[in-house]
């Protein structure tokens, strides 16, 4: 847990905070069915506004608290980051922040635990089929568990999906990239009785599930 820090990113921000918030709490780590984009044109002042309040402090800190003790919050933070530029930040990506803040703030006893497991590593993977209208990409993540979140990511993909099961398909080539780093590590330091069966990894698109099982390449899944 990052307890102290958290509390110091809390009293750092707290009047922004108790403006924005007041004695409210928040349920989730991130506003839902919010995706921060570029191409939201910033009022006139708006960027210089934010660029004072300290919006690339603020998500700086939130970041460094996110990678180590906070994996819940990574899809907040990759869309946060989107405006770390000075000519991009908006009033609402600064009170995106703050709720981000007040999330953490109100879980700061938490971290992450691990716990002792006797089943192997297995994974989870999903992608958004609501694009960022700057670029028309859509974002994704993963989870590799194992008593614990041992690897995890949140962000934008690559190439544009032309529907669901492309952006699920490139979403799982991520994921299992970081399986086989990962397989591949655990053998090297002598944990390969750990791993004894292939991996699972669930993710729920039949179609892109299926591509994965298919050894032929296609027009249709190039």
Known sequence: SMKQYILDMETAFHDDLMHEFGRRTVSTPFPENVILTKSDTPQEGEVERNIDRGYQRLVGSLLWCVR??????????????KLMATCTSTDHAWKCALHMLKYIHQHADEGIRFSETDSEPCAYVDASNKDDPTDAKTQYGYTIQWGGPLITKSG????????????EYMALHHCIKQIVWLRQLMTDIGL???????????????????????????????
Not at 68 to 81: F, K, N, R, W
Not at 199 to 216: F, S, Y
Request: glycine residues 6%.
């Open 68 to 81: 180590h003790t906070m994996p819940i919050c990574l899809y907040g933070c990759s869309q946060l980051c």
């Open 156 to 167: 934008k993909l690559n190439h544009v999906g032309i529907n669901s099961t492309y952006n």
């Open 192 to 222: 390969s009785h750990c791993i004894s069966q292939p991996t699972l990894v669930l993710a729920d698109n039949k179609q892109a599930n299926n591509l994965c099982n298919e050894d032929l390449v296609t027009a249709g899944n190039m």
